[in-house]
């Protein structure tokens, strides 16, 4: 008899299945399944996903046998060499982009390829700003710039300082009752912020590197959390870095509100804004109503300059 049932935990091979309220189960899959549009993904199962079981014969573990329709999903490309692709996460209701100004340094491209991946996908995207205690001068300076700069064009961005435990509410009342993924690079906080919420989940958390200024890789698979304040959240392996996946040359622009809006002023319909004539994007930014480095995200991005941020 097959069962319904939620994927809490996936690590490649096995995954852990929440069903009725409380109850989980280690399943394995029974043949193959496809991702949506053909894709060829390293976890055609992930953690999100809606999926039937069946239970073997001891009870204890079980078998996947269905993929339930997602009603979204947010992935990245693999690998520099790789075609395939990686699902973070499906079904979630946010997405939230741990960063960090210094300990380590999150690029802003690296930014703008996950807002836009997420836009893509229409899935609400958020900021999160981790180890505000340490900025002070530039690096506080730089921080304020970078909220003003996202929250212009519609991104929610949030202060937080894990270990001085301030900037937490706002983000407790706006994780209730949804399923929300955490992601950013190794360092920045994203499993000491879930220990926070929940201390008595003790995860495994690693220091900086003093030499790299970089975060080691604690997190191995991505695995969902209930919280006792409600709802859950999907804590992400750290990531170095965000290749694109499926979007056509002439249509990523679209995936920057504040570049688009602007586009339907530019002289011709199809504007790369690249060095078209009367290019309503390119003007804007010279006169600093779009943000420079987020014009050469855009740049970078378009001419498919993956090979960094993979």
């Known amino acids: 008899m097959k069962q319904e049932g939620l994927v809490i935990k996936s690590t490649g091979s096995r995954y852990r299945v929440l069903y009725g309220d409380h109850d989980v189960v280690e399943c394995t899959i029974k043949g193959r399944f496809r991702v949506s549009g053909g894709l060829k ?25 269905d993929l339930l329709d997602r009603k ?9 060499l790789s075609r395939q692709i990686q699902i973070l996460a499906a079904n979630v209701d946010h997405v939230f982009l741990m960063i960090t100004i210094s300990h380590p340094v999150t690029q802003a491209e690296f930014i703008d390829r996950f807002l836009i991946s997420a ?16 900025y002070t001068g530039d690096d506080a300076d730089r921080m304020e710039h970078m909220i003003s700069v996202y929250e ?13 435990h301030k900037g937490l509410e706002p983000l407790i009342e706006i994780f209730r009752d949804k399923i929300s993924l955490i992601a950013g690079n190794s360092g920045v906080g994203k499993t ?18 003093d030499y790299h200024k970089q975060g080691r890789h604690i997190t191995t698979f991505p695995e969902m959390h209930r919280l006792p304040s409600g709802g859950y959240l ?4 750290g990531i170095k870095g965000f290749g694109m996946v499926d979007m056509q040359r002439n249509e990523i622009y679209h995936f920057f509100p504040e570049i688009f809006s602007i586009s339907e002023n530019c002289k011709f319909y199809n504007c790369l804004h690249l060095d078209e004539p009367d290019c309503a994007v390119r003007l804007a930014v010279e006169e600093g109503e779009i943000d420079s480095q987020r014009y050469r995200s855009y740049l970078n991005i378009i001419e498919d300059d993956n090979r960094k941020y993979r």
């Open 41 to 65: 993904s390293t976890n055609p199962v992930a953690v999100g996903d809606r999926v039937l079981f069946e239970f073997e014969s001891v009870k204890t573990t079980g078998i996947i046998t």
């Open 152 to 164: 212009k064009i519609g991104y929610k961005c949030f202060r937080l300082s894990v270990r001085e």
């Open 234 to 237: 999907i804590d992400s392996p």
């Open 119 to 134: 836009e893509a996908y229409r899935i609400p995207a958020s900021l999160i700003i981790n180890k505000t205690d340490l």
């Open 72 to 80: 979204n999903y947010i992935l990245r490309r693999a690998s520099n």
């Open 192 to 209: 000491s912020l879930l220990n926070l919420l929940d201390p008595e989940l003790r995860l495994k958390t690693g220091k900086i590197s």
